[in-house]
């Protein structure tokens, strides 16, 4: 399946949407770390893709191009759903984010 059917499928359905903001740590260490945690925080990624509630993500960049933070659209049939990932991703739990926003979103279908 391509990205744009697979993008329409993922946002064409029942589910709550929310927009996530993380912005990482600023110590020396903090891209080092985020870099050791990323290949986990991908797993989950892919995983939660395939179950439909991964829409899209990146990451946020400073203007050299450095990571400096992330952002995913992901969606959820439930607030239990949602904290149930909350409290097992990696960024999150691994401290790789100093902070985070949850907030509701809605995807346009354009």
């Given at each position: 399946?391509?990205?744009?059917?697979?993008?329409?499928?993922?946002?064409?359905?029942?589910?709550?949407?929310?927009?996530?903001?993380?912005?990482?740590?600023?110590?020396?260490?903090?891209?080092?770390?985020?870099?050791?945690?990323?290949?986990?925080?991908?797993?989950?990624?892919?995983?939660?893709?395939?179950?439909?509630?991964?829409?899209?993500?990146?990451?946020?960049?400073?203007?050299?191009?450095?990571?400096?933070?992330?952002?995913?659209?992901?969606?959820?049939?439930?607030?239990?759903?949602?904290?149930e990932?909350?409290?097992?991703?990696?960024?999150?739990?691994?401290?790789?984010?100093?902070?985070?926003?949850?907030?509701p979103?809605?995807?346009?279908?354009?």
């Amino acid at each position: 399946m391509n990205f744009t059917l697979s993008f329409i499928n993922a946002i064409s359905n029942s589910m709550k949407q929310y927009l996530i903001t993380g912005y990482d740590h600023t110590d020396q260490g903090a891209l080092e770390r985020r870099m050791n945690v990323r290949p986990t925080h991908f797993i989950g990624a892919r995983e939660l893709k395939k179950t439909g509630n991964f829409v899209f993500g990146g990451a946020i960049l400073d203007n050299d191009g450095k990571m400096i933070g992330s952002i995913m659209v992901m969606q959820f049939e439930t607030e239990d759903a949602l904290e149930e990932w909350r409290q097992t991703e990696p960024y999150i739990i691994q401290k790789i984010w100093e902070t985070y926003e949850i907030k509701p979103f809605k995807v346009a279908e354009v």
